[in-house]
């Protein structure tokens, strides 16, 4: 069973130097049909202005994944890590007992464009953590790029949940069978380009949550970046 998410139907936050998109309810925004799918809390779509960001606040008890499509984001945190991630960058972080950043847009003239993740951790009051890694190298057209995982395989990031996340780049006409495990259940996102997910077509910014399938045939209509998480 697949069920799309269309990006139009998502809850939507806009303020003078942000918008933002929610796939699962999410600050003010609260849909109790769209609560998060399994242990994926949250994905958000933000597009931050030049020299405008979220100001220094606070999180824990969550699994905190920063995917950057276009521009740059300058992340500050109360562990001591600071850094500017930019596409082909993603950035990871475990909230745990508690932590305080900072996100911020460093480009004076130019958005940032990025999806922001949160995912349940597999037991509450961890010790902080970040990791940052750049996959570009990794990356290929009709190829599928793991990017975190819960036992770092193919040198991914590690995460504290049963949960892979991977990217799968695809270009106008390439095809992709990704299969799924007994037991599993997948989230797909959109992240940009279009493509016919088993004849069900998906835009950017669609979200589908797989239940039930055995494989998903990805078609890509146009050049498309694609996020899959298996859960």
């Known amino acids: 069973m697949i069920k799309i998410r269309k990006s139009e139907e998502r809850g939507r936050t806009q303020t003078?130097?942000?918008?933002?998109?929610?796939s699962f309810s999410f600050g003010n925004y609260h849909d109790r049909n769209h609560m998060g799918f399994g242990t994926l809390r949250?994905?958000?779509?933000?597009?931050?202005?030049?020299?405008?960001g979220f100001s220094p606040h606070p999180h824990r008890d969550?699994?905190?994944?920063?995917?950057?499509?276009?521009?740059?984001?300058e992340h500050k945190d109360s562990m001591g890590n600071?850094?500017?991630?930019?596409?082909?960058?993603?950035?990871?972080m475990?909230?745990?007992?508690?932590?305080?950043?900072?996100?911020?847009?460093?480009?004076?003239?130019?958005?940032v464009h990025l999806l922001q993740i949160w995912i349940l951790p597999d037991k509450n009051g961890?010790?902080?953590g970040y990791q940052q890694q750049n996959f570009s190298s990794n990356r290929k057209p009709g190829k599928l790029t793991l990017l975190a995982s819960y036992d770092g395989r193919e040198d991914s990031l590690i995460v504290h949940q049963d949960?892979?996340?991977?990217?799968?780049?695809?270009n106008p006409g390439q095809n992709y069978d990704f299969t799924l495990l007994d037991?599993?259940?997948?989230?797909?996102?959109?992240?940009?380009?279009?493509?016919?997910l088993n004849t069900l077509l998906l835009n950017q910014g669609d979200g589908a949550a797989v239940e039930k399938e055995n494989i998903l045939e990805f078609s890509a209509q146009e050049k498309s970046e694609i996020l899959i998480f298996d859960l």
Do not use: F
């Open 16 to 22: 003078d130097w942000l918008d933002g998109m929610h």
């Open 42 to 52: 949250v994905i958000n779509e933000d597009r931050v202005k030049p020299d405008q």
């Open 62 to 73: 969550m699994e905190i994944i920063t995917y950057i499509l276009e521009g740059a984001l």
């Open 82 to 92: 600071g850094s500017v991630i930019v596409p082909g960058d993603v950035q990871y």
């Open 94 to 111: 475990s909230a745990g007992t508690g932590i305080v950043h900072s996100e911020y847009n460093p480009q004076p003239d130019k958005p």
């Open 126 to 128: 961890l010790a902080p």
């Open 163 to 170: 949960v892979s996340l991977y990217v799968l780049d695809l």
């Open 183 to 196: 037991g599993r259940t997948t989230w797909v996102q959109m992240a940009r380009g279009r493509v016919t």
